[in-house]
């Protein structure tokens, strides 16, 4: 899947640029971390990814041709996962909520049941079938959330602060899930201000700022210019982040 967002601007109603000629592909399978400070733009641009929002001027293109004319097929392909889970958790159970999209749109059971199945297993959550959504811990949901996405099978899934109020396990237990679903195949885009938690793994990173695309590359291209670009470096290096992961680190942040 090639997604291309094509000079995009967006100016609200107080005249401040929400989106100022924003311009980024996005190729399938790939591992993207998008970042920024808070207001540069990055829940915005996704809006207008998955035809949420109108541009006044630009265009989205899925596989070369306008998205705003295959909606249903650009939402099936791209999946989004709020950063509060329970915002999207619709059904009692976790099986009803893994099935409540395809059952809602008609699809025959024995095919929604299967990829339902499918889909728990992926993110671990295999044998909580019956359990209550409202039971389940943050890092459960949040495991849901993205269940719930696969089932229909996108192409290309956007995690919206994914990592966000989780423990150590919780946080080491979504990479590990995340980058399996990579290794398969699917293209993952994290949205995050937090560089730490998935830096390492990502072959490439884009930072905004003020509505802009103000560098797009691999992360050890940018790492040294990150200071200077508004982003707060973790520590140590990115060789370092490679080799121990940013899990070894964050459990001793998290037990001392």
Sequence with gaps: MKLEIKDIVKV???????????????????????????????????????????????????????SNRQLAELRRR????????????????VMEDAEFGPRAAGEAKASYKEKASKALKAVGLSGLENR??????????????????LVSEPELIILDEPFNDLDWDGASELLEILLKLHKGGLGIVVISHDLEKCLAHADRL?????GKIIA??????????LPGLGVRRPDGDISQLKKMSWLKAAKSSYEG
Excluded: Y
């Design 12 to 66: 609200f109603p107080d005249g401040q640029n929400g989106l100022d000629h924003a311009r980024l592909c996005i190729e399938t399978p790939c591992f993207m971390l998008l970042s920024g400070k808070n207001g540069s733009g990055k829940s915005l641009l996704v809006r207008h990814i998955l035809g949420l929002e109108t541009p006044d001027s630009g265009e989205v293109l899925l596989d070369g041709k306008p």
């Design 206 to 210: 884009v930072l905004m700022d003020a």
């Design 216 to 225: 797009d590359a691999e992360p050890k291209a940018l790492w040294d210019k």
């Design 78 to 93: 791209i999946a989004l996962v709020f950063q509060e889970p329970e915002h999207q958790i619709l059904g009692l159970t």
């Design 132 to 149: 209550l959504c409202a039971s389940l811990s943050g890092g459960e949901k949040r495991r849901l959330a993205i269940a719930s996405a």
